[in-house]
C-alpha cells in the first residue's frame, strides 16, 4: 500500500522469521539511503547506483529487490502484513470495523516509527509525476489483496463488485485523507485524519 511504509519494528504483528526480517531490513536499508539522497539532490537527479553505493550494497541488490527505481518508493511491507491483520480480526466482526483496526491501528505504530520517512514519500509523490501513476498501481493491489479476503470473511463470492467498491472507496478515502496531510505541511494530526475519512464512508457520501 503506498500511503505508508512499515518495518518489522513498527508491526507487532503478526511475527516474521529471520529470513524474511533481514530481507525487509535490507530493503529499509535501500529506502533509507533513496530517500536521504531523493532530500538531498532530488528525484530525477539520483541514479540507482548512488543509492546502492550509500547502502553498501551493489545495484543488482538493489534491482534484486526493486525492479525499478519508482518502487523503491512505492513497494513496502504493508500489504503482507494487512492481509495477515485482516485474517486475524474476530469473526462476525462488522466489515468497516475491521478495515478501521487493519489499516489505521498499525499506521499509528508506523507513524510513530517512521514519520520523516512517511513525510518525504508523500512529497514525493506530490512531485513526481512517474511515481503518481504508478501508486495508483500500488493501491490497486492494495485493494485486491483486501477485498479478497472481506470476500472469504463475509462469503461473498471472489472478485464481488460490491466488496470491490467499498474497498476502493475506503482506500481512495485513506489516499485523499494523506494527499490533505501532506498539502497542508504535515502538520495535521494524520491518525485522525484517516478515522474522519472512514467516518465519512460509513454514514454515507453525505455532505
Keep these: 500500500?503506498?500511503?505508508?511504509?512499515?518495518?518489522?519494528?513498527?508491526?507487532?504483528?503478526?511475527?516474521?522469521?529471520?529470513?524474511?526480517?533481514?530481507?525487509?531490513?535490507?530493503?529499509?536499508?535501500?529506502?533509507?539511503?533513496?530517500?536521504?539522497?531523493?532530500?538531498?539532490?532530488g528525484y530525477d537527479a539520483t541514479p540507482v547506483d548512488q543509492i546502492a553505493a550509500a547502502a553498501d550494497i551493489s545495484p543488482s541488490t538493489v534491482f534484486r529487490y526493486f525492479p525499478t527505481k519508482?518502487?523503491?518508493?512505492?513497494?513496502?511491507?504493508?500489504?503482507?502484513?494487512?492481509?495477515?491483520?485482516?485474517?486475524?480480526?474476530?469473526?462476525?466482526?462488522?466489515?468497516?470495523?475491521?478495515?478501521?483496526?487493519?489499516?489505521?491501528?498499525p499506521l499509528c505504530h508506523v507513524f510513530a516509527s517512521e514519520r520523516e520517512e512517511m513525510v518525504e514519500r508523500t512529497k514525493l509523490l506530490q512531485e513526481v509525476p512517474a511515481l503518481?501513476?504508478?501508486?495508483?498501481?500500488?493501491?490497486?493491489?492494495?485493494?485486491?489483496?483486501?477485498?479478497e479476503v472481506l470476500c472469504e470473511r463475509t462469503g461473498r463470492p471472489s472478485g464481488d463488485v460490491e466488496v470491490e467498491v467499498v474497498v476502493g472507496a475506503v482506500l481512495g478515502g485513506f489516499q485523499a485523507a494523506l494527499m490533505h496531510w501532506a498539502r497542508n505541511g504535515n502538520e495535521e494530526d494524520l491518525i485522525a485524519l484517516m478515522e474522519q475519512a472512514l467516518d465519512v464512508l460509513i454514514r454515507g457520501l453525505t455532505l
Excluded at 529471520?18 to 530481507?23: D, G
Design 1 to 41: 500500500m503506498a500511503a505508508a511504509p512499515t518495518t518489522p519494528e513498527a508491526l507487532p504483528e503478526p511475527k516474521l522469521g529471520l529470513r524474511e526480517r533481514k530481507k525487509i531490513q535490507t530493503r529499509q536499508a535501500i529506502r533509507r539511503a533513496a530517500y536521504r539522497l531523493f532530500k538531498e539532490q
Design 70 to 105: 519508482e518502487d523503491i518508493v512505492l513497494t513496502d511491507e504493508y500489504d503482507a502484513m494487512m492481509e495477515a491483520a485482516l485474517r486475524a480480526r474476530p469473526p462476525g466482526e462488522p466489515a468497516m470495523e475491521s478495515i478501521r483496526h487493519t489499516v489505521i491501528d
Design 132 to 147: 503518481r501513476a504508478r501508486a495508483s498501481e500500488s493501491q490497486a493491489e492494495s485493494g485486491r489483496i483486501l477485498a
